[in-house]
């Protein structure tokens, strides 16, 4: 990808350089591959803007966003716009963090440009990628691993394929673990296919 197709796509110019390693890297290396990847990585990260997880919510947000972890506004409340609190409650026990008291949750929140999450991964990229994420997590929110670790998160999901097909909808589910934005990620994938071809 060359710099001006990078200025068409409104992304800064810190990201071309990164973005072209993980294409070559994981044979995102067709128009189509290259604009999936592209669109899903500006929806998860607000056009390469946000590189963690807001976790900064209201109570009454959080029973909508989180219902299976905050069933009242009552118990909400003691965790209202604390994206420490938050993290660290709604990721407790699972993507192999450990309780609520231990910090992992929010720790190991979202980051880089596909947002990976939990201890898991990041142990699991950090073996791949040859970086100490877990031990460094702040590392997947800089430019260079926030693109890497999306490439390689891109790669062991098989997002290639699901891309070559024009499957968005399985595509963002592995990627967001639902339907979140669907529309909107269709909408820059699209618009980015248009640029790149």
């Known amino acids: 990808m060359d710099i001006n197709k990078i200025k068409a796509?409104?992304?800064?110019?810190?990201?071309?350089?990164?973005?072209?390693?993980?294409?070559?890297?994981?044979?995102?290396?067709?128009?189509?591959?290259?604009?999936?990847?592209?669109?899903?990585?500006?929806?998860?990260?607000?056009?390469?803007?946000?590189?963690?997880?807001?976790?900064?919510?209201?109570?009454?947000?959080?029973?909508?966003?989180?219902?299976?972890r905050f069933k009242s506004i009552e118990e909400a409340s003691p965790y209202n716009y604390n994206p420490i609190k938050i993290g660290n409650k709604i990721y407790?026990?699972?993507l192999g963090n450990g309780d609520e008291a231990s910090g992992d949750g929010y720790r190991f929140r979202g980051r880089g440009i596909i947002q990976i999450t939990g201890k898991n991964l990041y142990s699991v990229a950090s073996n791949d990628l040859g970086a100490d994420f877990v031990k460094n997590p702040e590392l997947v929110a800089t430019p260079l691993y926030a693109v890497l670790t999306a490439g390689w998160y891109w790669n062991r999901n098989s997002l290639n394929l699901l891309a070559d097909h024009k499957e968005y909808t399985t595509m963002t589910k592995r990627i967001n673990g639902g339907l979140n934005g669907l529309?909107?990620?269709?909408?820059?994938?699209?618009?980015?296919?248009?640029?790149l071809s």
């Open 9 to 68: 796509l409104k992304i800064e110019e810190v990201w071309l350089n990164p973005i072209n390693k993980v294409f070559d890297k994981y044979e995102i290396n067709t128009p189509l591959r290259q604009a999936a990847f592209i669109g899903q990585c500006q929806h998860e990260s607000v056009n390469f803007k946000r590189l963690e997880e807001d976790l900064n919510y209201s109570s009454e947000r959080l029973c909508q966003v989180f219902p299976n």
């Open 183 to 195: 529309d909107s990620r269709i909408s820059k994938i699209e618009e980015a296919f248009r640029i």
């Open 92 to 94: 407790a026990d699972r």
